[in-house]
């Protein structure tokens, strides 16, 4: 049973033989590299990048639904790009324009 899932993944239209797979499967390194970059103080994110970041995530994770045949690859890697890229702004608005919040939390510890 195994062997035949894995003949049917390698001949999908969009599996390993083909471009539609590693290209998503690539862009996970822009996601792994947003997630180790939650550690980092927010004055240091960029918001042109995150921006870039949450739009190609949202913008791609629809197309990747109506497009034949699915990719859902590409569909996965689209929403952690949205989700890390939104994060990654949430919290980079929230130290430009709303630094007394973080302040407050602080002091109640």
């Known amino acids: 049973m195994a062997a035949s899932k894995l003949q049917a993944l390698w001949n999908h239209p969009a599996g390993p033989k083909t471009i539609h797979f590693w290209a998503p499967t690539f862009k ?5 590299a947003n ?4 550690s980092k103080p927010p004055e240091k994110l960029s918001y042109p990048q ?3 970041v949450a739009c190609t995530g949202l ?5 990747s639904t109506i497009i034949t045949p699915k990719n859902w690859n590409l569909f996965s890697v689209n929403v952690a790009m949205a989700g890390t890229g939104l994060y990654q702004l949430s919290r ?5 324009y709303f630094p007394d919040t973080e302040e407050a939390a ?3 510890e």
């Open 92 to 96: 980079k608005i929230r130290q430009d």
């Open 50 to 52: 995150q921006i870039a």
């Open 106 to 108: 602080a002091a109640k």
């Open 59 to 63: 913008i791609w994770s629809r197309y």
């Open 35 to 38: 997630i180790a970059d939650f």
């Open 28 to 32: 996970w390194g822009i996601s792994i």
